[in-house]
């Protein structure tokens, strides 16, 4: 779908931005919430790169109102599709040591 997305598709645009609004909310909440300036997102959506990455960034900016939240970052987790993984171990690990 992102190759469609990326090649002009209209329901494949439509579909990525209606994902886009959501993870703006989510992250825009949490940015609130957290008082927090980058956002990062791992695992296989982290795969769509700039097709799933910008709108949000667009969306953000219009759902945020406090300074801080409208200048919250959006990055992609440097283990990209296994980032939730190796955050699922290491949870894993530290309640095993417990």
Known sequence: MAASAGQGGT???????G????????????AHLLEA???VVGG????????LFA??????REYATPPFATA??????????DAGLVGAAAAA???GRQ
């Open 11 to 17: 329901a494949a645009i439509a579909a990525f931005d």
């Open 19 to 30: 994902a886009a609004r959501a993870l703006a909310a989510g992250i825009t909440a949490t």
């Open 37 to 39: 300036d980058l956002a």
């Open 44 to 51: 296989g959506v982290a795969e769509a790169g700039t097709v």
């Open 55 to 60: 709108p949000p960034r667009a969306h953000v």
């Open 72 to 81: 919250c970052r959006i990055r992609t987790a440097a283990l990209r599709r």
């Open 93 to 95: 690990l530290a309640i």
